[in-house]
């Protein structure tokens, strides 16, 4: 963790973020730029599909994770091999950092049957459970006790050292399974990071319709676990935030519950046109574009010029086009021919023969 200390008040961990010695300040620079070119792959990634889809290429919905990749970015970036993630929709910057490949997610938006998912199931569903990166289940607050069963299953086994964390948004904070996960993972002191997107709207009812509480980080208190609240659109603020309670959840200190203040920047698909935003958010502080208040940050502290960071979109974009023109060279799944099954189903399947 560089420059941060935890303060103690009132149950709840708040984040002092300083900018440490020259030798810190040198590594997070690596650790910023990484980032930054994450979630510019990320945000020119989702472009892609958002036009892709207004094209007709890609059945089924496409949502777009504008205006969180700083908060998503951190999230994937602060865990390590052995630990588990279980993203949601706008995840697409936390999915490439955690281990995911441009290739896989276009060949699952695509349908191909070479992607992680064989051409099945929602694109929002892909991932690899073996390597701890959970497909998604869409029933909102549902991932959060999967992380749980994860992180139990692991002390049963006695594997030590690792981390869970879970993305959800404000709206998720109303479900039944966010109490029922967060109450558990406190009672048994889970080294558990749940991240809360508050990007103000759960789909088009606003916060006000959704909690009566100042901040969703009061919360933390009434479970009993550790909070922290951050700006969702300051790439430095989340990835130092992450670090610290990674680090904390790491070494025993019990569930962390982060709230990230942001907003979407686009609707809540692309089918949606977002008229019940109230323009007054685009205004505030909250309503700037992390991607663009990286690059300012990057230009302020000399870490990288005008003609590098057109040459890192280029980049980008020429990986997203191959990724998408080998895609669609792979052509759709034969039903007559494809012998995929589930992960613990192939021997119930017909005419099965275990060799």
């Given at each position: 963790?560089?420059?941060?200390?935890?303060?103690?008040?009132?149950?709840?961990?708040?984040?002092?973020?300083?900018?440490?010695?020259?030798?810190?300040?040198?590594?997070?620079?690596?650790?910023?730029?990484?980032?930054?070119?994450?979630?510019?792959?990320?945000?020119?990634?989702?472009?892609?599909?958002?036009?892709?889809?207004?094209?007709?290429?890609?059945?089924?919905?496409?949502?777009?994770?504008?205006?969180?990749?700083?908060?998503?970015?951190?999230?994937?970036?602060?865990?390590?091999?052995?630990?588990?993630?279980?993203?949601?929709?706008?995840?697409?910057?936390?999915?490439?950092?955690?281990?995911?490949?441009?290739?896989?997610?276009?060949?699952?938006?695509?349908?191909?049957?070479?992607?992680?998912?064989?051409?099945?199931?929602?694109?929002?569903?892909?991932?690899?459970?073996?390597?701890?990166?959970?497909?998604?289940?869409?029933?909102?607050?549902?991932?959060?006790?999967?992380?749980?069963?994860?992180?139990?299953?692991?002390?049963?086994?006695?594997?030590?050292?690792?981390?869970?964390?879970?993305?959800?948004?404000?709206?998720?904070?109303?479900?039944?399974?966010?109490?029922?996960?967060?109450?558990?993972?406190?009672?048994?002191?889970?080294?558990?990071?749940?991240?809360?997107?508050?990007?103000?709207?759960?789909?088009s009812t606003p916060n006000s319709r959704q909690f009566a509480c100042e901040s969703l980080v009061d919360k933390a208190i009434g479970y009993g676990v550790e909070g922290h609240t951050l700006e969702g659109n300051n790439l430095?603020?989340?990835?130092?935030?992450?670090?610290?309670?990674?680090?904390?959840?790491?070494?025993?200190?019990?569930?962390?519950?982060i709230v990230a203040d942001l907003l979407r920047l686009c609707g809540h698909g692309e089918h949606d046109d977002s008229s019940y935003l109230d323009s007054k958010w685009k205004s505030t502080p909250c309503g700037r574009d992390?991607?663009?208040?990286?690059?300012?940050?990057?230009?302020?502290?000399?870490?990288?010029?005008?003609?590098?960071?057109?040459?890192?979109?280029?980049?980008?974009?020429?990986?997203?086009?191959?990724?998408?023109?080998?895609?669609?060279?792979?052509?759709?799944?034969?039903?007559?021919?494809?012998?995929?099954?589930?992960?613990?189903?192939?021997?119930?399947?017909?005419?099965?023969?275990?060799?």
């Amino acid at each position: 963790m560089i420059g941060a200390k935890p303060h103690k008040f009132s149950g709840m961990v708040q984040t002092v973020v300083d900018r440490g010695t020259v030798g810190e300040v040198l590594s997070f620079r690596e650790t910023y730029l990484k980032a930054y070119r994450g979630m510019l792959l990320a945000r020119i990634l989702d472009e892609k599909f958002a036009s892709l889809y207004r094209g007709g290429k890609i059945h089924g919905g496409v949502f777009l994770g504008k205006g969180q990749e700083a908060l998503s970015i951190a999230t994937g970036m602060s865990l390590r091999k052995g630990d588990v993630f279980a993203p949601l929709i706008r995840d697409a910057a936390g999915r490439l950092a955690f281990g995911e490949t441009v290739l896989e997610a276009v060949r699952t938006y695509l349908g191909s049957p070479l992607g992680p998912m064989r051409g099945r199931d929602g694109n929002v569903h892909r991932g690899r459970p073996k390597d701890g990166y959970l497909p998604m289940v869409s029933h909102l607050g549902a991932m959060l006790s999967v992380v749980n069963g994860v992180l139990m299953a692991h002390r049963f086994k006695g594997i030590k050292g690792t981390v869970g964390a879970a993305s959800i948004g404000d709206g998720g904070t109303s479900t039944g399974a966010f109490h029922e996960a967060l109450n558990q993972a406190a009672v048994e002191k889970l080294p558990f990071i749940l991240v809360v997107a508050n990007n103000q709207y759960a789909y088009s009812t606003p916060n006000s319709r959704q909690f009566a509480c100042e901040s969703l980080v009061d919360k933390a208190i009434g479970y009993g676990v550790e909070g922290h609240t951050l700006e969702g659109n300051n790439l430095a603020e989340c990835l130092k935030t992450l670090q610290l309670a990674v680090a904390r959840a790491r070494n025993g200190h019990g569930p962390q519950l982060i709230v990230a203040d942001l907003l979407r920047l686009c609707g809540h698909g692309e089918h949606d046109d977002s008229s019940y935003l109230d323009s007054k958010w685009k205004s505030t502080p909250c309503g700037r574009d992390c991607l663009q208040l990286a690059e300012e940050y990057l230009f302020q502290q000399n870490w990288a010029k005008a003609e590098e960071l057109r040459q890192w979109r280029g980049e980008a974009t020429n990986q997203v086009e191959e990724a998408v023109a080998t895609a669609q060279r792979e052509g759709a799944p034969d039903p007559y021919t494809e012998e995929w099954s589930a992960l613990a189903s192939k021997h119930l399947c017909e005419g099965y023969n275990e060799k």
